[in-house]
């Protein structure tokens, strides 16, 4: 993401997780880890009236992206400071047409993220035709959490990135999602938000 225009986005695992918006135009979404804040600024430019929710472990993560990447929270931006497992287990009355979930340290990505009970309660959050969103890294790829989300979801696609990242869509949405859809969705997606989606666009594919 670029210091002077926050919703422009640079790193393609975000450009992929930001992909999910071709699928769905969202009135409310959650993220869970704000990391410089790239998902929800570029949200906010993009829907400026969009309810966006987003859990962060660490304040000092917060006070970074606000000083020095522009983030800021409004009356549809609103920021709870915590862990994002526990938040989950509380079950909030929120629903949301998209789940993103992007938690991770200094040391790699958060353990709880790729446990079965931390995506059941994601799942909970999501509307009926909601979408969940999870960049994991390619080593987290494996037959069980693609048999545990065959289970849950009618649909899942997934992008891999030419970082290493892994980026998985997961919904049970009515609105089915083909190859040629993608292509098109990136070229309206490109236009729409000022960058391209071209790169991404070619890596994702459906595996459910």
Request: proline residues 2%.
């Amino acid at each position: 993401m670029l210091h002077q225009d926050p919703s422009i986005i640079q790193f393609d695992y975000l450009k992929a997780m930001l992909f999910v918006t071709a699928f769905i135009k969202p009135s409310s979404c959650l993220v869970l880890g704000l990391g410089i804040g790239s998902i929800a600024s570029t949200l906010q430019s993009q829907y400026p009236k969009l309810l966006i929710d987003v859990v962060e472990l660490r304040q000092a993560v917060l006070n970074v992206a606000q000083r020095y990447f522009d983030f800021k929270c409004s009356k549809y931006t609103r920021v709870f400071i915590g862990d994002a497992q526990s938040y989950l287990a509380a079950l909030p009355e929120d629903r949301y047409d998209i789940v993103f979930s992007d938690i991770y340290n200094s040391e790699g990505m958060d353990s709880n993220q790729n446990q079965m009970i931390y995506l059941e309660n994601c799942i909970a959050l999501l509307n009926g035709h909601g979408w969940l969103v999870v960049n994991f890294w390619t080593d987290h790829r494996s037959p069980v959490l693609v048999d545990f989300l065959r289970k849950k979801f009618s649909q899942i696609l997934a992008c891999e990135s030419k970082d290493g990242n892994w980026v998985i869509y997961a919904s049970n949405s009515s609105n089915i999602i083909s190859k040629k859809n993608i292509r098109e969705h990136s070229r309206m997606l490109s236009e729409s938000y000022g960058f391209s989606f071209g790169r991404v666009s070619k890596n994702i594919l459906k595996i459910a």
